[in-house]
């Protein structure tokens, strides 16, 4: 199945599914356009279920966590949105650049910029901020999740966070 949603700019971040619905964003130096596709059912089309029209991301893909996506988009804009329907729960701005995406470990969604410094927020409808942290230099990265370990790629090291036994 295909649906024409008459995009005219360059996608970067992925597709992400999330209450039965697909997200797509495209852009240019920033995100300007999105479309939240209804994928086809029985002998419907697929079709646009809505558009977001603000905080529309361009390099970081958004994160479905339970009952909420979470969209971040590349000036640092966190948005926490009821999927199924585009209802904004809650937002928050954080300070710099974002081009590494969202990760999720457990209940904790982790929002980095490009200086390197780490917000690990509540993942749920309500806005809770757990942390804050600096990573020693900067990066463009998202982290990598892997035997209890988040790995950050930086400017110049790989650097390897979690529990030992």
Same mark, same amino acid.
């Given at each position: ?59 970081? %893909? ?57 917000? %690990? ?45």
């Amino acid at each position: 199945w295909k649906v024409d949603c008459k995009f005219t700019l360059k996608a970067v971040a992925s597709p992400v599914f999330a209450g039965g619905l697909i997200y797509v964003s495209v852009g240019r130096g920033g995100g300007r356009e999105s479309a939240v596709i209804r994928p086809p059912s029985g002998a419907k089309r697929a079709s646009i279920a809505f558009k977001l029209d603000k905080e529309v991301p361009y390099v970081p %893909t958004p994160i479905a966590v339970g009952d909420c996506l979470f969209v971040l988009n590349d000036n640092g804009t966190l948005t926490c949105i009821e999927p199924a329907t585009g209802k904004k729960l809650w937002r928050e701005k954080f300070s710099g650049v974002h081009y590494p995406s969202l990760v999720c470990v457990g209940d904790q969604i982790y929002v980095i910029n490009n200086k390197g410094e780490i917000n %690990t927020v509540q993942a749920g409808g309500k806005y809770k901020l757990l942390a804050t942290s600096k990573l020693p230099e900067a990066t463009q990265a998202t982290p990598a999740i892997a035997n209890g370990c988040m790995y950050i790629r930086t400017v110049n090291h790989l650097i390897c966070v979690g529990a030992r036994k």
